[in-house]
């Protein structure tokens, strides 16, 4: 191989490991040294790992060769030629890895991503066809690609690279982990719930068991967090969220019935949050006598205004809405720190008689224990405050947005989490420790000297407020919503806290419902749904989703009842946590290879505790609510599983089927055979499954949810296109019998000849116990023409069969079972019918445009419509021909769909000759217990003895009885052994007398000579030797027209050749002769080991 410039690679170190040699084809080139042969087969390598621009290509050149240099040098980055194994070209090029020419690509990332990623083109590595066959001599590049390829770049990606490009030029907007992930979750976590229901609850709860509901709250979050981490590291994350996240791990069906409802709830949650804005701008117009219309109007109108405000925000674009998402942050962390600062000021006597009197311990250890009351306890409060811990999906809501989502995700959702519980937890506290739980409000409601107190710690303090026990009070902890307002340093800025938690989590929620709900119809899980798939501009906004997700919003805050939706929507999330949770659990369970998650701070059992927790607090929270939960999702789970939408994601479900399948196999290994439990196992000998359906549907009918069934297929010919053909066609076909309900596996081989190729199949098919135990194979039709190479082989299987101690099932109907020719008229047919209807279109597109220009135009239609009718009439010409071939092959197609229709009352006739340990007789029974065989009965017909026929009705009899098959009668055939009628045994001498030696008439040099040229030809002695069997054959063909002439399907002991002394031609004519002229005939032989038994 040419290596002119090699020993410089390793010596300059500014060489590349990936370098072009340009290599002169001319062989007469004086200057052509001795190791530069143009012998060696020119290839290429699409591959790099370089970085530095003047190290990308090292070129070595021969003189003369400069100016081609010079111009790749200038060109190369430039050109959109295309490199391409086939090209030719006057120059040969050669990619270098580590100083060697090869076509072995080294590692590199562009390889191993999908077809039209955003994130930088797929590159094709050479196949190990390419790698391992000899490669041809005019493989070339063009110049121009020639640094494409060394930068591992790629024709196949350039029109991705191209919109990749035109993005980067128009500004494509992503966010890191901060302003992505951090300040969402933050600002959805803290909702209004911070700033009017904290105090409530952690007056109702006590200090102690309320960090308790918020430590509990944070445990099922931070728990999801973990595995939600997990997941997003387990693989590039693209937009969707958690829909992304469920159905990429756990499958369509989890991920499309959750995302539906995951984005409906995050719709309805806008309009829930945008209500809760309303109602304080209201209650700010109500003290000031201001209201517009009155209470619930003016809700309807500011709702409606806010919604339309924050709409046009989203659609403004996601750097916009990250912006006012920022001003939001920074206006609830100062109502925060006002809170913490208006504790620590010096409080006045309006504010003591309120119940705030600053930090004292005795109002800690007051209220630290729990003081439930108005029917509230443990689990009612922890309902009330569990939605305030939610909305840690919102940054992975926007997965598609972010620069890096597997490490934005973790590190956004953990801190969100940690920080907010920080701030819950401390503000309870403080709130807690500072004022009382109950207080009038009077300010002169103060202690004087000789006054009884109830030992409060107001008492303590100098106020009495007593008469809180047994008359209502509007201030306090327990009464008083407005507390947080009351403690702050400045109370507007905990108004404009309340307005920034409402507008931040319905601005996260507008934003995250169209998203999810994008990626779900992207997905196409749901087909109606392809119109919300389309984004605009170039964050790809889902702006048809922003519409829908207004008109739901608008919905709700217009007419539904948000008090009774809460719940529902609440349980929503609730269920998308469980769900994660699970999805983590369920792919550390399947143990597949492909879960390797780069975070490793999660644990799967605990990942199924919080899917556990998750359901528990949704019945916590409540009951009905939950229950409405399960009945859509499963009604959901149902609806995309029986849709069954055309995607592969290598879900965890994949996984754990082949897990489960394994186990199950290797279970089943360690279980001995045993007769009760037989079931037939077959091979068939189907080649591709469409081309002989009749064979696969009989077989199927008595394999169908009972045994094994493999339809065969053996490639023969030269071994490169066979295997060629076979590895292209494997999905394809197990796809048709998946898709016409075929419980069938296939299988193919290539082999040097038929009979090898289904030897291999005998021996290597199946798995552990799960292994064929019965050949089916289709009578040959065409022995008396086929080459006697074919009939060996066919008779060949035959013994390899029962040398591999397997049941042979030969099945004969009277039209054949190969449809290949019907396949290919159709397939002309559909052709024919695609070019009319283009040509119909071409011709009305035509007679539009021509219509409109006059004269001129008439003319020139009146042409065109000459030269289509001429078209047409050669079309239906050829269309009738291929009409004549369809009718001609009618009642091939109807022999070939005989098994798939439903059986009428009939019979199927055992001819029970020989004991084969009973597959003889199992088969037609399993067939009568399908749905299809049901109406008809089985008549048994055996041998016997005309002196004893009722014995041995009542032998039969009760041997059937005892294996507990039912029959509708019994016949006994006493005259089997006598000679058939002369017209019978006639047509057999005249069908075998083409394949006679008739050695006895020729002299013995020319009879010796005759047996070597033609070893396969049926001798006078071997006739002589098995007349007997012959005349049986012959006879049994004549009774079975006398007996079985009407019967839905004979069943028939199959006659057994032995090896080596009944040639193939004379056993191919015993089983013609028995089979001709019958209705579809089962000759079958079982391995002679027992199928059937009596025993319990």
Known sequence: MSMNNAPNVFLDPNANRFQVNIINEDHDNNETTQEDVGSDPPHYEETSFTDEKHNRLRISYRPGKRELYDNFRQNGEKTEASLHPYDTHSKMYYLQTFGHNTMDPVPKIDYYRNTGSVSGNKLNRPSLLEIHEQLAKNIAVSTGSVERVANGESSAG???????????????VKFGWVKGV??????????????????????????????????????VTSITGLSTSAIATNGFVRGGGAYYLISRSLGPEFGGSIGLIFAFANAVAVAMYVVGFAETVVELLKESDTLMVDESNDIRIIGTITVVCLLGISVAGMEWEAKAQVILLIVLLVAIVNFFIGTVIPTNTEKKARGFFNYQASIF????????????????????????ATGILAGANISGDLKDPQSAIPQGTMLAILITTIAYIA????????????????????????????????????????????????????????VMSMVSGFGPLITAGIFSATLSSALASLVSAPKVFQALCKDNVYKGLEFFAKGYGKNNEPIRGYVLTFAIAMAFILIAELNTIAPIISNFFLASYALINFSCFHASYAKSPGWRPAFRYYNMWVS??????????????????????????????????????????????????????????????????????????????????????????????????????????????PRKLCVKEMNSGMEKKQAWLTKNKRKAFYAAVAADSFRDGVKSLLQASGLG????????????????????????????ILHDAFDFELGVIIIRISQGFDISQVLQVQEEL????????????????????????????????????????????????????????????????????????????????????????GLTILIPY????????????????????????????????????????????????????????????????????????????????????????????????ELEAFKEKSYRQVRLNELLQEHSRAANLIVLSLPVARKGAVSDYLYMAWLEILSKNLPPVLMVRGNHKNVLTFYS
């Open 158 to 172: 350039d029109e991705t690279a191209a919109s990749k490009e035109e993005e980067n030029k128009t500004g494509f």
């Open 365 to 388: 250890a007051e209220n630290f224990g729990p003081d439930f009351r108005s029917g509230e306890g443990f689990f009612s409060v922890f309902a009330i405050f569990f939605p305030a």
């Open 830 to 917: 559909e052709k024919l019918e695609q070019e009319r209807l283009a040509l119909e279109a071409t011709i009305k597109e035509n007679d539009f445009e021509e219509g409109k220009r006059g004269i001129c135009g008439f003319f020139k239609k009146a042409s065109t419509l000459s030269i289509s009718k001429h078209e047409t009439k050669e079309s239906t010409i050829n269309t009738i021909q291929s009409m004549h071939v369809g009718e001609f092959n009618q009642r091939l197609l109807e022999a070939s769909t005989q098994f798939k229709k439903k059986q009428g009352k009939g019979t199927i006739d055992i001819w029970w000759l020989f004991d084969d340990g």
């Open 182 to 219: 951090l300040v969402r979750c933050m600002l959805n976590i803290w909702g209004v719930m911070l700033f009017i229901r904290l105090s409530w609850i952690v007056g109702q709860a006590g200090i102690g068991l309320g960090v308790i509901i918020i430590l509990l709250a944070t445990m």
């Open 608 to 717: 199924l505790f919080g899917a556990l927790l998750c359901c528990g607090v949704m019945f916590v929270i409540n009951w009905w609510a939950a229950l409405i939960t399960y009945a859509i999702e499963l009604f959901l789970y149902i609806y995309v599983t029986y849709k069954k939408p055309e995607v592969n994601w290598g879900s965890s479900t994949q996984a754990l089927y082949f897990v489960n399948a394994l186990d199950s196999a290797l279970a089943l290994t360690t279980v001995e055979d045993h007769v009760k439990n037989f079931r037939p196992q077959c091979l068939a000998l189907t080649g591709a499954p469409m081309v002989r359906p009749a064979l696969l549907d009989i077989t199927h009918a008595f394999t169908k949810n009972n045994g094994l069934c493999i339809c065969c297929e053996v490639y023969t010919g």
């Open 769 to 796: 116990r799960m292994k064929p135990n019965t050949l089916v194979i289709g009578f040959k039709k065409d022995w008396r023409s086929a080459p006697a190479t074919q009939v060996e082989n066919y008779v060949g």
């Open 926 to 1021: 399993i067939l009568t217990i399908r749905k299809k065989w049901k109406n008809c009965k089985l008549r048994i017909f055996t041998g016997g003895k005309v002196n004893r026929i009722e014995e041995e009705k009542l032998v039969m009899a009760s041997l059937l009885s005892k294996f507990r098959i039912k029959f509708a009668d019994i016949n006994i055939i006493c005259d089997i052994n006598i000679k058939p009628n002369k017209e019978s045994w006639k047509f057999f001498e005249e069908m075998i007398e083409p394949y006679r030696l008739h050695e006895s008439c020729k002299d013995m040099t020319t009879a010796e000579k005759l047996k070597r040229e033609t070893p396969w030809k049926i001798t006078d002695a």
């Open 427 to 482: 503000v309870a506290i403080c709130a807690a420790s500072c004022v009382v739980r109950d207080a009038t409000g009077n300010v002169n409601d103060t202690i004087v000297p000789g006054m009884s107190c109830n030992g409060s710690s107001a008492c303590g303090l100098g106020y009495d407020f007593s008469r809180c026990a047994s008359q209502p009070c509007d201030y306090g902890l327990m009464n008083n919503f407005q």
